[in-house]
């Protein structure tokens, strides 16, 4: 269960985030799903296969890339969220 650790840091950051897109602000919410994304990314980079759990899909080189690309991406088009 502590492989799986990482993991559920990051898909409870992730659920933080909707949660907080439906109930209070999308644009803090979604940044903070994005950055979520992020984090996975950096998981994924830095610790070997057997901690990472369920972050290991693919190559180490695949997985962080698509985390980034996706995490990055979510920052970026939350920030254009017009202020309500």
Do not use: C, N
């Not at 990051?10 to 984090?39: F, K, N, Y």
């Not at 830095?46 to 290991?56: C, F, I, K, N």
Request: positive net charge.
């Amino acid at each position: 269960m502590t492989r799986q650790l990482p993991a559920l840091a990051v898909l409870l950051l992730a659920g933080l985030g909707l949660l907080i897109v439906v109930t209070v602000d999308p644009q803090r919410g979604l940044i903070l799903v994005g950055l979520s994304l992020l984090l996975g990314a950096g998981l994924r980079l830095t610790l070997p296969p057997r901690q990472a759990g369920w972050l290991v899909v693919r190559a180490r080189g695949v997985d962080a890339f698509m985390l980034l690309v996706v995490g990055f991406a979510l920052v970026v088009l939350a920030t254009t969220i017009p202020e309500t």
